[in-house]
């Protein structure tokens, strides 16, 4: 694709329900990256997956968090029973890991917003 | 453990120069990106340094120490358009290949 895409751009949930977030990565991109980023904050890691190998989960924030990458593509983060705190906006990036230099390319991120 | 250090705010005049500095201590050093934020955005890739040295990509510029553990980003000739957030990121190779970002400078341009 041209870009990373990322669905839905906003989502407003219940405390307590569960979300799903989507990211489609640039085709052809082996790694594929996960990050929280609350207003006005830095990047924050959560997942980072690269090719078939086992998805680094060093950054997720607590068993409620979790990721899987279908085929190698199209990657799913899901937050079960969510809470306020974890409103923030999610962005997914990816890279042609290979090139060495690991470019992020970044989608547009999902705003999160949990009453 | 990785950390990375950047000044939280820099104001600057339009026309001017203005470096931002990045420190970073981490283990398996592989290079030092930076990109930029503009507010609402996604952040977007600047410039990577693998070696020491500076590397120049227009109007902005950027220099790694691997012996000093440090970098900088040098934007010239600043127009209103640079106000964004700034982020050194360090690429790490600790069993397997990990990119953390700093807090990001938030660069405030003045006319």
């Known amino acids: 694709g041209a870009g990373v895409s990322q669905s839905p751009s906003n989502k407003v949930t219940e405390k307590g329900k569960d979300v799903e977030l989507r990211c489609d990565p640039i085709?052809?991109?082996?790694?594929l990256y996960w990050y929280r980023q609350s207003l006005g904050q830095g990047l924050e890691f959560l997942i980072y997956?690269?090719?078939?190998?086992?998805p680094d989960k060093s950054g997720l924030p607590s068993d409620r968090f979790s990721a899987e990458r279908t085929g190698g593509s199209v990657s799913t983060l899901t937050i079960q029973r969510t809470q306020q705190e974890d409103s923030a906006v999610y962005l997914c990036?990816?890279?042609?890991w290979g090139a060495g230099t690991d470019t992020q390319y970044f989608g547009p991120g999902t705003r999160l917003t949990v009453l | 453990g990785q950390s990375l250090e950047q000044p939280s705010e820099v104001t600057a005049v339009e026309g001017a120069i203005v470096q931002i500095n990045c420190t970073y201590q981490t283990s398996g050093f592989y290079g030092l990106s930076w990109y930029q934020q503009h507010d609402g955005g996604a952040p977007t890739f600047l410039s990577y340094n693998g070696l020491d040295g500076l590397e120049e990509t227009g109007r902005f510029s950027s220099f790694l120490s691997r012996s000093d553990s440090y970098g900088y980003l040098l934007l010239q000739e600043l127009q209103m358009k640079d106000s964004a957030s700034y982020f050194c990121a360090v690429r790490a190779f600790t069993g397997g290949f990990k990119t953390i970002f700093g807090a990001g400078t938030r660069l405030f341009v003045k006319a």
């Open positions: 997956f690269q090719g078939n190998s086992a």
């Open positions: 085709s052809g991109h082996t790694a």
């Open positions: 990036a990816s890279s042609d």
